[in-house]
């Protein structure tokens, strides 16, 4: 293991660029379409892993292939009761023992984007001492959901997908039940939890997406759904994110959205009750037309929420009628605007920053300033220049074969004083751009997503941080990275012609080094086929590969529970 350095500081020493040997491993003489086959390994760039796998096909192999493509975004298959996923390679640590569970979409029939199919869950269940995977899938019972396989027509407005209307007299119809869902603060949203799984205690999960309504419990072993969860604390707001963050008190911190003329209620909520209180409100700057936030980020005692000048238009919301980005617009002039929010409650400072996109964010922690005076806030997240990655997620692009290049997303940091050498708070400041964290982003094909790190070192200084990655060329993310932001290196795992989802972070039970554990990934394959792929977090070398008994559709965000 990697000896642990102090990263007491948001600003990195400047290092040299010399680029280092090229070193590339297991390099394969034909693109992998077993279960059984073992992914590369690279200890340096995503450009040398793709001349290492280029071949004379007129397609790079570093493209998802068209057989993964159908299989990520078909109608997803069930499995309610748990089947074998025999291992195929490798042996699982013997220490690892519990469930991944992933929530994403399963059916994205009459739909038109990546984040409008109807949430499908999956459970991986692995246990070291005797060396079992096992697997089911199955559907959220979402209003939205039961509706469209009873009827087959959609009964609410997904992320990007208008409900279809026929005519003239169809459309207006529906542009009234639009206005009166809003007006009369009704379901003018969908319900269809599709984006991530939350534990909660008592063995229970949680089903979010970004609707009020949009909140279910499920049964962790089954996945069977058990209620939605209906909020009876008044806190205003039909929107929200699925994306809450853990405090270090035990308690759960998020926010919803009150629109138009409204803003941000933060609220602090009881892990075990579900109910919340709202400890901050921020003020939305158009009060017409509200930014969209997808994620944010927590240290120990503040809240960042990063709003990018991305607006979503009201008028496109209830006529249906697309916009620049789906259904917002790019006012990039406006800037960026940087809430931090002080999780007591005493008060907001709200800074500004040059224009941005992001959808999410690794760690956050606070620590002395680089300056040597006063202390600073450390954010790290996914960078975009622009939000063109929404129209890169359009199924249309995702399925042209072998498509465009997904747009760049870069790991950065944005630093955010807090206190003064007096220590007193730092009121509102206009904020650098965010600056890199590795010296080379070609090392990982300019593109971040999906962060995860140790959940042992939240809110604090750490070394390492892990994501999707790209090896191009490639229209959507294929590779799966560790970053060392200390060396400001980064190393790839790649399966050509596949598609891995969101690495999971598992530590070592008594580890105390900072990469002591193992990432878990369920990833589609370039023959359609699904497996879970179990990677040394330290080395990124692929320990064991487990044959899944279902194809895994398209994953956003999950979670692992240990065994009890």
Known sequence: MHQQRSLGSCHRAQRPHACPALQVAGLPAQRHASAGSRGLHSSTTAAAVAKAVSSSSAVAPSYVSQEARRAVFDLAQEQISEADAPLVSGRLPTWLRGSL???????????????????????????GQTGRVAANQRFLDSDAYRNFRSSGRMKYREFATPVPAEGPVGRAMAVLENLMALM????????????????????????????????????????????????????????TTAHPKPAPDGSVINFTRSLPLGGYHVYRQDPVTLQRQQIAFVRDRDPLAPCWVHDMAISSHHLVVVEPPLFMSMSSLVL???????????????????????????????????????????????????????????????????????????????????GKEVSPSRLRRLTIPLRDASGRPVGQSALAAPTPLLKDEDAYGNFHEFPAFNPRFRGKPYRYAYGTAAVRPTNMGNALARHDLVEGSSRLWHQPGGMPSEPSFVPRP????????????????SDGSSCLVVLDAASMEELARAALPFPVPYRFHGTFVAEK
């Not at 990469?515 to 990833?523: E, I, N, Q, T």
């Open 101 to 127: 569970l992933v929530n994403g979409s399963g059916d994205y029939r009459g739909m038109q984007h990546m984040f409008d199919g109807y949430a499908c869950l999956t459970r991986i269940r692995l246990d």
């Open 184 to 239: 009369s603060k009704g379901r003018a949203f969908t319900d269809n939890a599709s984006v991530n799984l939350i534990p909660l205690p008592g063995d229970r999960l949680l089903a979010l997406s970004e609707a009020r309504t949009a909140a279910y419990l499920v049964d962790p072993s089954t996945l069977a759904t058990v209620r939605q969860v209906e909020y009876g604390d008044g806190l205003a707001g039909d929107l």
């Open 320 to 402: 249906g009628e697309p916009r620049q980005y789906t259904f917002m617009d790019w006012r990039p002039e406006e800037g960026t605007r940087v809430h931090v929010i002080a999780l007591d409650g005493s008060g907001v400072v709200t800074h500004t920053a040059p224009p941005l996109f992001t959808f999410h964010f690794a760690n956050a922690f606070e620590s002395p300033a680089a300056s040597g005076s006063g202390t600073e806030i450390c954010v790290d997240f996914s960078v975009y220049d622009d939000p063109e990655i929404l129209n890169d997620l359009s199924l249309e692009r995702l399925n042209a074969f072998p």
């Open 510 to 525: 008594g580890g105390s080094a900072e990469d002591d554990g193992v990432l878990l990934s369920p990833v589609v394959l």
